[in-house]
C-alpha cells in the first residue's frame, strides 16, 4: 500500500512538472526528436536557477536516449510583428507594441542546431517565417554563425519576427555554451 | 500506512510551495491562457503631388493623405479584436477594419467584422515603408479598388509544413445601384460601388478568398478570387407579385469575378514585386442600359515592380531604394456591342523613384511618373514627394 501511494505521488508529481508545456508544444518536440533520434527521447526540464535564467519565459529540456545525454531543447518567447506591420527592426523598449511567439531550438550536445521550430505564431504580419524551407538554415549552425541577412536570410514583410528569432537563436546558443563551459548546469 | 500518508502529506505540501515559488515562470500554458495584450500601432502619409507641363501651370497638391491608427486587443490566446481607423484627407474620417479573430487552431480561424478583401498586395498590406513610391499603384486603385473592404464573416489558417495560408469569407457585395444613379462606370470600375461597412446594403453576399505559398525561399506568391454580384438600391419593398419592378431591380446588377496573382521576391537587396489583376462583369449590357452608365465587361491590371538598395554591399545599416514600376491597367478592356472602347482607360504609367529610409519605420520618398492614355501620344509628368511612417 505504502509503495503504491508513493508511487502514485511521485508519478504525479512529474507529470506535474511535464505539464510546463501546453500539450501541444510537449507533442510537437517530442515528434521532432524522435524524427531526429528515430526513437522516443524523454525530456526532462532542467531547473535553473532565477540569476543565470535566460530570460522568464525560457525554458530547457535535457534530451536523453536510454540514460545518456543526447541534447538540449530550449524553448523561449520572442517578439514577433506589430500590428500594422513588421519593418522596423526592434530597436525602442515599447514592447507592449510588438506580437510575441513561442520557438523552440534542439541542440545536440556540441550544441549544434538540429532543428528550429515556430511553435505559435499569432500575427498576420510576418509569418513567413514558419516555412520550413527559411527555418531549414539553422540546421547545422552553432554560436556566431547566426546572422540575419548573412548566414541567414532576411525575409521582407518578415523584418521583426525574423530578425528576432535570428538575434533569440543567437543569444540562446551563446548562454548555452557559457553554462556549458563554466558547468552551471550540465 | 502513517508513514505514507506522511509522505503524502509532505509531498504534497512540497509540490504546493514549490508551485508557489514560481507560479508562471515556468509554466507556459498559464502564461499563454493569461496572456492579454493591447496594442497601438499606426501609420500615415503626407504627400506633394505636382503636375509638370512644359506648356501649362498646373497647381501642385500638398495633402496629409492619410493617417491611420491601429489598435489590437488580445482578450485570451484565442481571440482578438484588430481595428483600424483611417482619416483621409485630414476630415474624411474611416473605420478600414474592425474584426475579431477566434483561434481554434493555427489551421483554422475564425474572424468576422469589416473584414479587407484579401485582393492583390496592397489591399492588405499598405504601410507606407512597405511599398516603393509616394503613392499606391495604380492597379491597386482602378482594378483592385484599395483599400477594398466590407463586412463579412469566414475561416483563415496556416499550414506551416506546408507553408500555405489561406482565407475564405462570406462579404457584402458592391453597391451598384444607389438612389438613382449609377455607382459603376467605365472609367473607374468597381471603385465607386465601395460600400465600407458603413449602412451597407445588401442582397446577396459575395465570396472571396486567397490562397498564399511562402514555401520557397526569397519568395511568396498569392492567387486571390472574388465571385458574387452587386448589391442595389432598388430592391426597397417590391412586392413579389410584381415582376416587372424585380426586372428593373435586376437590371442594376452586374456579377463581378476577379481574379488575382501576386509575386514577391527578394534576394540580397534586390526586390521584385508583380501582380496581375483581372475582372469579369456580368450583364454589364443591361446595367448600362438601364443606368446610362459605360462600365466595361473585362477589365485588366498588372504591375511589375523592380527595387535595389543602393546601401546593400556598404556597411550603411541604412537603405536607401531605388525602383522602376511599370503598370498598364484597361478598364474597357472589353466592352459590348452598345458601346464604343474608351481609349482613355487604357492606361500605362512608369514610375521611378528613391525612397531613404531615415529609420526603419521613416521613409523619404521621391517618385516621377509618367502616364498615357492609350488616346494620346505624350506622357503626362507628375512630380511626387513624400514622408511615410508606421509605428
Not at chain 2, 509540490?15 to 499563454?32: C, G, K, R, V
Not at chain 2, 499606391?136 to 482602378?142: E, F, G, L, S, T
Not at chain 2, 473607374?188 to 478568398?209: D, E, H, M, V
Not at chain 2, 438600391?233 to 412586392?239: G, R
Request: with cysteine.
Amino acid at each position: 500500500m505504502k509503495i503504491v501511494i508513493i508511487l502514485f505521488v511521485n508519478v504525479f508529481l512529474l507529470t506535474g512538472l511535464n505539464s510546463n508545456l501546453p500539450k501541444k508544444f510537449d507533442k510537437k518536440i517530442d515528434k521532432e526528436t524522435k524524427k531526429i533520434w528515430n526513437t522516443s527521447i524523454e525530456k526532462t526540464l532542467i531547473q535553473v536557477p532565477d540569476s543565470i535564467k535566460f530570460s522568464a519565459h525560457n525554458l530547457l529540456f535535457e534530451l536523453k536516449n536510454s540514460d545518456s545525454l543526447v541534447g538540449i531543447v530550449s524553448i523561449n518567447r520572442v517578439r514577433g510583428c506589430k500590428i500594422g506591420g513588421c519593418d522596423a527592426i526592434i530597436t525602442d523598449a515599447i514592447s507592449s507594441k510588438y506580437e510575441h511567439f513561442y520557438y523552440s531550438v534542439i541542440l545536440d550536445n556540441d550544441l549544434r542546431v538540429l532543428k528550429v521550430s515556430v511553435l505559435e505564431y499569432e500575427s498576420d504580419y510576418g509569418y513567413e517565417i514558419t516555412s520550413k524551407n527559411w527555418l531549414k538554415q539553422f540546421t547545422g549552425k552553432s554560436d556566431n554563425e547566426f546572422n540575419y541577412g548573412e548566414e541567414i536570410d532576411v525575409i521582407s514583410g518578415a523584418t521583426v519576427s525574423a530578425s528576432s528569432l535570428v538575434f533569440d537563436i543567437q543569444m540562446i546558443t551563446s548562454y548555452l555554451e557559457s553554462l556549458k563551459k563554466n558547468k552551471s548546469i550540465f | 500506512m502513517k508513514l505514507s500518508l506522511l509522505t503524502l502529506i509532505g509531498l504534497l505540501v512540497f509540490s504546493f510551495s514549490a508551485a508557489q515559488n514560481n507560479p508562471e515562470d515556468t509554466n507556459l500554458s498559464t502564461i499563454l491562457a493569461k496572456e492579454r495584450n493591447f496594442s497601438i500601432g499606426g501609420y500615415g502619409q503626407i504627400d506633394y503631388n505636382q503636375t509638370i507641363n512644359s506648356t501649362s501651370i498646373n497647381n501642385g497638391n500638398l495633402d496629409v493623405h492619410r493617417l491611420v491608427l491601429l489598435f489590437k486587443y488580445q482578450f485570451d490566446s484565442k481571440t482578438k479584436l484588430v481595428t483600424e481607423i483611417e482619416y483621409e484627407h485630414v476630415k474624411e474620417v474611416y473605420v478600414e477594419q474592425v474584426y475579431v479573430n477566434h483561434k481554434i487552431n493555427s489551421k483554422l480561424n475564425l474572424r468576422g467584422g469589416l473584414l479587407l478583401i484579401p485582393m492583390g498586395i496592397i489591399n492588405e498590406y499598405h504601410e507606407p515603408p512597405t511599398f516603393n513610391g509616394v503613392e499606391r499603384p495604380n492597379v491597386d486603385k482602378y482594378i483592385v479598388p484599395t483599400t477594398w473592404r466590407e463586412i463579412g464573416i469566414g475561416i483563415n489558417g496556416r499550414f506551416n509544413e506546408q507553408s500555405l495560408k489561406y482565407q475564405l469569407y462570406l462579404v457584402n457585395g458592391f453597391n451598384g445601384y444607389n438612389d438613382g444613379s449609377a455607382k459603376l462606370n467605365g472609367e473607374n470600375g468597381l471603385r465607386g460601388g465601395r460600400q465600407k461597412g458603413a449602412k451597407s446594403i445588401i442582397n446577396k453576399p459575395n465570396f472571396t478568398g486567397k490562397i498564399e505559398y511562402y514555401g520557397l525561399k526569397n519568395l511568396k506568391v498569392g492567387f486571390s478570387g472574388y465571385f458574387g454580384k452587386t448589391q442595389s438600391s432598388l430592391y426597397k419593398n417590391i412586392d413579389k407579385s410584381e415582376e416587372n419592378l424585380i426586372k428593373e431591380a435586376d437590371s442594376t446588377v452586374v456579377g463581378v469575378s476577379m481574379l488575382g496573382v501576386d509575386i514577391r521576391y527578394r534576394f540580397k537587396g534586390i526586390q521584385f514585386k508583380g501582380q496581375y489583376n483581372y475582372s469579369k462583369i456580368g450583364n454589364a449590357l443591361e446595367y448600362n442600359e438601364f443606368t446610362g452608365s459605360d462600365l466595361g465587361d473585362q477589365m485588366f491590371g498588372y504591375y511589375t515592380e523592380l527595387a535595389y538598395n543602393v546601401f546593400e554591399s556598404t556597411n550603411i545599416s541604412k537603405e536607401l531604394i531605388g525602383f522602376v514600376r511599370y503598370e498598364h491597367y484597361d478598364t474597357h478592356d472589353k466592352v459590348n456591342e452598345q458601346l464604343t472602347k474608351n481609349t482613355n482607360y487604357n492606361r500605362k504609367e512608369i514610375i521611378a523613384g528613391l525612397g531613404y529610409r531615415l529609420t526603419n519605420e521613416v521613409s523619404i520618398k521621391s517618385d516621377i511618373q509618367f502616364s498615357k492614355p492609350k488616346s494620346i501620344d505624350n506622357w503626362n509628368k507628375t512630380l511626387n514627394l513624400g514622408i511615410g511612417f508606421e509605428f
